[in-house]
């Protein structure tokens, strides 16, 4: 398997120098992304792939179920590079529906040091329960708990003294929440983005 994924690589290299015969060497000179995105860690979902953007284009960070944790030194630590260094100012959360991570977090089974990781997603799970009661079933439920999940990860990532500082001293960063559409290939808007307005329109009330 080690020798086709080798050979595989060998034939993109090449592919991707005679199409365009600067690629590799405007990419080694620069990182310059435009965007930061914080996604699942599902093989399904690659950032620069769904998102229709070429590598050296968006800086990413995933992790299973796209969970902002705020004592997640990874997921800061790529953050304040993002931000700090990279300059980078459109910050993306997403999920995607039919998520295994918030499959997990709503079965009572047992899924080991996972399950762990997933406790603010039950957190989520009971604190919406009236709404996620909507749903006509388990699968619509779990979708609009994926929603909940990327909303409630946008104001965690806004939350975080990265950003307020970064915020304080005049930085347009912006964070936006999407989420990603397994059965059609598909990005929607959750239309949560934050901005540093919001946080100074809040600070005046």
């Not at 700090?84 to 089974?109: N, Q």
């Not at 609009?144 to 946008?154: D, I, T, Y």
């Not at 990532?157 to 290939?185: F, M, S």
């Not at 934050?194 to 600070?203: C, D, L, S, Y």
Request: glycine fraction near 8%.
């Amino acid at each position: 398997m080690l020798n086709d994924l080798m050979a595989r690589n060998r034939i993109w290299s090449a592919n991707r120098q005679a199409q365009e015969p600067d690629y590799f060497t405007r990419l080694a000179a620069l990182q310059a992304p435009e965007y930061f995105w914080i996604g699942c860690s599902d093989s399904r979902v690659p950032a620069n792939v769904v998102a229709g953007l070429d590598p050296g284009e968006v800086f990413v960070h995933r992790n299973v179920a796209n969970i902002i944790h705020s004592s997640d030194m990874n997921l800061l630590s790529s953050l304040e590079f993002a931000v700090e260094a990279l300059k980078v100012r459109e910050i993306i959360v997403c999920g995607h529906y039919g998520c295994g991570g918030i499959k997990a977090a709503t079965e009572d089974l047992p899924h080991g040091l996972v399950d762990h990781w997933l406790e603010p997603i039950r957190r989520l799970a009971r604190a919406y329960a009236v709404d996620l009661g909507r749903e006509p079933d388990m699968e619509g439920r779990r979708d609009r708990l994926a929603e909940f999940n990327v909303v409630e990860g946008v104001r965690r990532v806004c939350e975080t003294p990265i950003l307020q500082r970064a915020w304080r001293r005049g930085a347009n960063v912006r964070v936006h929440g999407l989420i990603y559409g397994l059965k059609d290939g598909r990005l929607r808007d959750l239309d949560c983005t934050i901005g540093p307005g919001h946080f100074k329109e809040e600070a005046a009330e």
